[in-house]
């Protein structure tokens, strides 16, 4: 059993740690025996292949290199939009939550999006900066608390997409809607650095599991892991903000 992770462009949407995401979810599932080989892909790279592919990451960037990846991922907007709609798994930090809409309306100019999602984003007046603390409807009940930290220009508009959760201390998409990121199909968007899954296990687990369930038609759950030490780091910021 293994699981391929296409990274995209790690060496330019990289912000506050966002490729740790990577190594936790690579860890979590070599400590339960399965196997992932992580693939990244850079401006340099020619193929863009996701047919193997399991989970694709998107992490988060400036302006100015969203700019260049969106003008290259453009290229490969039919691919990725085919890969979410057949239920490939999809995590997108910050400017890669941004570049699935479609669009970023800044001051001066509009960056095109993919147009995965029926959301777009505008620049507000002012940053939305913080520890951020989600409320998850779809985690059980001992483990539906996300955390992490927010740092964004953008105010991301969802449309009637589900949220990630309900925003119970910090911004979120914006400063009015109280909800934070959008799911959709095996898609997990957010503006939530830090990075994100160590902080939140169970999040990264459901990932993993998403994954698991369409490429293997008898996996059924992921074996459990001691995470006290994590829950402990997720409580931590909790008890700190709630």
């Not at 292949?49 to 400036?62: H, K, M, Q, R, T």
């Not at 290229?75 to 057949?86: I, M, P, S, W, Y």
Request: glycine share 12%; aromatic share 10%; charged share 30%.
């Amino acid at each position: 059993m293994d699981i391929k992770i296409m990274h995209l462009f790690p060496d330019l949407l990289n912000l506050y740690g966002d490729k740790g995401n990577i190594e936790c979810m690579r860890k979590r599932l070599n400590w339960r025996g399965i196997g992932c080989e992580v693939v990244p892909f850079t401006t340099e790279d020619s193929g863009f292949e996701l047919s193997d592919v399991d989970i694709v990451f998107l992490g988060g960037g400036s302006d100015r290199e969203q700019k260049i990846v969106c003008r290259s991922l453009l290229e490969h907007k039919a691919e990725l939009k085919d890969f979410v709609e057949n239920g490939g798994s999809l995590v997108a930090v910050c400017g890669g939550y941004q570049l699935l809409g479609k669009y970023y309306k800044l001051k001066d100019e509009t960056i095109e999006g993919l147009d995965i999602l029926d959301i777009y984003t505008e620049q507000g007046k002012g940053r939305l900066i913080g520890n951020i603390v989600l409320e998850a409807d779809f985690l059980k009940e001992s483990d539906k608390l996300i955390v992490g930290f927010e740092n964004h220009g953008g105010r991301t508009y969802i449309n009637g997409h589900k949220p990630l959760g309900k925003v119970i201390y910090g911004n979120g998409n914006s400063d009015k809607c109280g909800c934070e990121g959008v799911m959709y199909k095996n898609v997990v968007a957010t503006y939530l650095h830090g990075p994100l899954l160590p902080k939140n296990p169970v999040l990264c687990d459901y990932i993993l599991t998403n994954a698991l369930k369409k490429k293997y038609s008898d996996f059924t759950e992921l074996v459990p892991l001691d995470d006290r030490l994590e829950k402990t780091a997720n409580e931590y910021i909790v008890n700190r903000f709630k």
